[in-house]
């Protein structure tokens, strides 16, 4: 193999191995991807390389071999960030590709989307905005809504319409009527505790404008609605005293989520670098608002993709 990969190039090689799965050859098929991988590596053709594990990861998906798949995609996950690989929209394509393949809470899927993110992260501030809307979109068909908003909450503003009606399904579906308001307020604020006003706002009128359950205009009826509309206006207003009041005023709807109060703390602080308490907004899901998005059914990469992407939102 080692004669085919220098004269033939990557494609023969890519051929062969196909060829190998498709007839059932499982485990030969992998081990031959492992070692020609390591021997591209040797020979520093990284491109080739790369070709080869993204082949080899979603030919193994594609026939069910879900193990084999994993570890080529765990392989590639650490090519990625090993060998600063630089992102594009053809490569992009294909991890969105691969993470789609992976079975429902697969290992596979849990180990691979964490590392994409750390990857995408050194390149874009939370991860490329369209590899978080494809995993958005895929938990969102699974009614994973806890997953799909720790996704929504790092697209891009294009993205904030999808976020929106995702919003509106979950409140529609999981919560009483009054409790339209706690949906949205823990959204603008989590919005809010990363400095992005404009997603804030857009989600705020997006959600209030289209929600069937909302026929009136401000003032609202649920008192959350109005605390964020004032809320927004006292970022715009870049007032700390201002917030601290609508705190205050507002404090018996706030206090049904304690998550709300560590949000507010930490929007004090990456607004007007006033801190209100020892502890920053961990930026999870309250106990109310855990129960109404449901408990996320891959914890363990909603986990670890939350901490890659927020580990430069903290306070310090």
Known sequence: YQRRVRAGGIERTLEKLKRNVQNGNYYEAFQMYNSIYHRLIGERKLGDSLRLLVSGTLLFLAHGQEDNGTELSVLLGDHLLNHHTSPSGNLNDKLIEIIKKFDKNSDGRQR??????KWSKMYTEHGDPRIHKACAEMYLLETDYATCCTHCQYLDLDGVEFYSQT????????????????????????????KRTEHARRVFKLYTSTHPLLTTPFPYQEPLLNFIHFFISAIDKQSPQLVKMLREKYKKSLDRDPSFSESIDKILWVYFKERESAGPAMGGLGGLMQSLFGPSTSEMETSETLRTVSENNDLD
């Open 167 to 194: 919003l509106i399904e979950v409140s529609r579906y999981r919560a009483l009527k009054s409790e339209l308001g706690l949906i949205i307020t823990w959204a603008v604020l989590q919005f809010l505790t990363m």
């Open 112 to 117: 691979f989307i964490p590392k994409v993110f």
